[in-house]
Structure formats: C-alpha cells, structure tokens
Nanobody, 123 residues
C-alpha cells in the first residue's frame, strides 16, 4: 500500500504559477514512477507528467511541455509539479499516482492515487 497525498492547489490568474506537492508514504520501495494527471469537468482524466523514483527521468504531455516541471525532493520523499504560464484550460482537479511501470501515460497503469487537489485558472 502506497499513500500519495497532494497539496498546493488554488485559484490563480492566467499567466501565474503554482506548485503542487505530492507526499508519498507506505511501501514506496515498490514504486518506479510518480505520475501527475488531471481531470476537468466533463472530460476524461488525462496524463500530465511523470517522473521516476530517483528523479532522473521525466515525461510530459505535449500540452504542458515547456510550462510544467516535475521534480523530487528525496530528503522529504515528496514530488512536485511546478506549473508556470498557467492557462484557463489548465483548470482541473490534479492527482498524483504511483506506478510500477516506467513512466507510463495510461491511467490504468497507476495503482495508488491521491485524493486530488483543485486548480482553477481564471482568464
């Protein structure tokens, strides 16, 4: 059992920045990837970014490439999603989730999910 917990969501204006955190606890030795997903109202959950446990390898959706950065603080066992130049279309509930796979983009390859944190970008 792995327990990811997100924090850091909020209401910002277009062009602003926001940083999400994901603290992981439990049987983290079984985890290879921490992924970030988002789900907007009426839409399917979509892949945003992924990072391997060591923090060396990353993968990003085209829609956020160059604006979002994911990283890891190994001392705190916490992962981050730095979101810059936010757009109205980035508005969604953001989730972190763990996977044993190598940076997968499919949500079905992630097994433990956080509760989600709301990000709202006003235009």
């Amino acid at each position: 059992q792995v327990d990811p917990v997100e924090s850091g969501g909020g209401l910002v204006q277009a062009g602003d920045s926001l940083r999400l955190s994901c603290a992981a606890s439990g049987r983290t030795f079984s985890v290879y990837t921490m992924g970030w997903f988002r789900q907007a109202p009426g839409k399917e959950r979509e892949f945003v970014a992924a990072i391997n446990w060591s923090g060396i390898l990353t993968n990003y959706a085209d829609s956020v490439k160059g604006r979002f950065t994911t990283s890891r603080d190994s001392a705190k066992n916490t992962f981050y999603l730095q979101m810059n130049s936010l757009k109205h279309e980035d508005t969604a509930v953001y989730y972190c989730a763990t996977s044993r796979g190598r940076l997968p983009i499919g949500s079905d390859e992630y097994n433990y999910w956080g509760q989600g944190t709301q990000v709202t970008v006003s235009s």
